[in-house]
């Protein structure tokens, strides 16, 4: 695996295919560069988020069943450098560490969620309860509110029992709503005293993209035009039961709420003088968040969604649209089952009208159904994940459009950050503390645009197991050294600063925001000293300071001098 700074050849066409289609944007129409000096609203909430299967490990221990995570992990294959969240960050057995890092960060909330199989081992509650299980959240809700911080609960962060796939198709099958229905009223039979913050699931959106149209994650399963619609349908259903369920037998009590995480990215316009190009962004956009939150809110899927993948389900031959409908009681059911929404946001892609063709039923899938194409600018930085660029003022218009779409519901950013893709050690993270510090800022800015928003959830506390990427790459506040079997943590230099924000509700001045960042590096040095005097690491700290700046450089030089060479072909 290749340093971050260095570039795939595809990586870089694509790149320069995308300046061209974007040379006409008016980058100064929206006023990007500004930054916004103020303070957030006296009782705004700051948190950072984790999940189950990504840093619990204990994977097979204390009577925990198996998860399609377990199963999918260990194929050879599916994960880079077949790695598995078998151990992870060992987070089982370190509650009162993690806690500990919690109040140094003087966190309000921490996100978290319970993993499925380790309360109900098949899935099915009759079947078992596994006290242990039980046990162990109860450690860690109680610990949580001794130290004053409020735990915000997931119940689904895509760890389904491995029996329910294989006996039933997982998602694909209607009996998943009341299976899911049974754990999630268990968890408020045993939790819900104390949890004031539900969250059902966790961005369905990767769960049934990603998991039954592109195989690229657990379950694996490529259903190609289909798969995507049928597990979304269910997922909604499930989630309209499970608030009904909370909403008639504990609300009263327990006096809680009940919300769902939606993830998307914003769609901004290549041409704003396009109407194709508008409407082809506002597809893109009701397709990844409107998929969820239209039904939930409004009680429908978005009607661009509903014409669009009819019309090809008719050109395909087909008698019904591949997009499952709502009955009429379903629509009045679902709808308004949202006590607050959480927002995953990363990141940002321009949007072009592009048609497919429409063939043979194979050949139509969820991207093709959207009839449009996603490009970025060369100029958005991109430290991490290849999917993953910095582009902060996109956040504001997510933001606004919530407002505006489903009439400014309260609002949580459930999980909002950036990762690093390196094979070396980094604490210090200066490129995170600019991504949260523009971020951060822009969220503040839908705030004054009246945008209702309650809370933010840095993502993520600990660096952690990342789904097909393995430990490739690294979200963390919290470095976790992987290779040592104790999964030491080391604060990377964005601690300091999103507990400046923390501390300050805010971004006060511009000298006092600058010498935040100025501090922050500077206290990542003492951390490294610490992680180098490790001698498992000492030999990759001498590689980072090397090795690594070389083949990066190399990297930049090469890239340059080939885009250099595609756009005079250009021109």
């Not at 915000?152 to 899911?180: A, C, R």
């Not at 993948?309 to 395909?316: D, F, L, M, P, T």
């Amino acid at each position: 695996m290749l340093p971050r700074c260095a570039f795939s050849v595809c990586h870089v066409f694509m790149l320069v295919l995308c300046l061209s289609a974007a040379e006409d944007f008016d980058w100064t129409k929206n006023n990007h560069g500004s930054f916004y000096y103020g303070t957030f609203p006296a009782g705004f909430s700051w948190g950072a988020g984790s999940s189950a299967y990504q840093t619990e490990g204990a994977w097979d221990k204390d009577g925990k069943g198996l998860s399609i995570w377990d199963v999918f992990s260990h194929k050879k294959g599916k994960v880079q450098q077949n790695e598995t969240g078998d151990s992870s960050c060992e987070g089982y057995y370190k509650v009162k560490d993690d806690i500990s890092l919690i109040k140094e960060l003087k966190l309000n909330h921490y996100r978290f969620s319970i993993s499925w199989p380790r309360l109900i081992p098949t899935g099915i509650k009759s079947d078992h309860i596994n006290e242990k299980g039980i046990r162990y959240y109860d450690e860690l809700i109680d610990q949580l509110l001794e130290n004053k911080i409020t735990p915000i609960v997931t119940l689904y962060h895509w760890d389904l029992p491995q029996v329910l796939q294989e006996k039933y198709g997982g998602w694909q099958n209607i009996s998943m709503v009341n299976h899911f229905n049974e754990f999630a009223n268990l968890c408020f039979e045993r939790f819900g005293n104390r949890i004031k913050y539900w969250i059902t699931f966790n961005n369905p959106w990767s769960v049934a993209v990603e998991g039954y149209e592109t195989g690229e994650h657990a379950p694996g399963l490529k259903l190609r035009g289909t798969g995507a619609y049928r597990a979304a349908h269910h997922i909604i259903k499930a989630h309209a039961k499970v608030w009904h369920t909370y909403d008639t037998q504990w609300r009263a009590k327990q006096k809680g709420m009940v919300g769902i995480s939606l993830s998307g990215d914003w769609g901004e316009p290549v041409d704003l003088t396009n109407q194709k190009d508008i409407e082809a962004a506002e597809r893109y956009v009701q397709f990844y968040l409107g998929w969820f939150a239209t039904p939930i809110f409004h009680g429908d899927y978005p009607q661009v969604m509903k014409d669009f993948i009819g019309r090809k389900s008719v050109q395909q031959g087909l008698g019904t649209s591949r997009l499952p409908s709502f009955s009429p009681q379903e629509k009045s059911y679902m709808k308004g089952t949202c006590d607050f929404l959480g927002i995953g946001h990363f990141t940002t892609r321009y949007i072009t009208q592009k048609s497919y063709p429409i063939g043979r039923s194979s050949s139509s899938n969820y991207f093709t159904d959207r009839d449009l194409a996603e490009l970025v600018d060369p100029r958005w930085p991109d430290p991490g994940s290849e999917w993953l660029y910095s582009v902060p003022w996109g956040f504001r218009r997510l933001l606004n459009f919530v407002k505006t779409q489903y009439g400014n519901p309260m609002i949580y950013v459930t999980e909002n950050g950036v990762s690093e893709k390196m094979l070396c050690t980094e604490l210090c993270d200066d490129w995170r503390i600019q991504y949260y510090k523009d971020y951060i800022n822009e969220m503040l800015k839908a705030i004054k645009d009246g945008v209702n928003v309650k809370g933010y959830t840095a993502w993520s506390l600990l660096d952690k197991f990342e789904w097909d990427e393995g430990y490739s790459e690294r979200f963390g506040l919290y470095y976790v050294d992987f290779r040592n079997k104790n999964k030491p943590r080391y604060p990377k230099a964005s601690v300091q600063f999103y507990k400046r924000i923390i501390s300050s509700n805010g971004f006060p001045n511009q000298r006092e925001v600058e010498n935040w960042r100025r501090k922050a590096v500077e206290s990542c040095s003492s951390s490294n000293q610490l992680l180098a005097a490790d001698p498992l690491t000492s030999h990759m700290e001498m590689v980072t300071e090397i090795v690594v700046p070389t083949v990066c450089t190399l990297s930049i030089l090469l890239s340059a001098i080939f885009l250099m060479f595609l756009l005079r072909r250009r021109n």
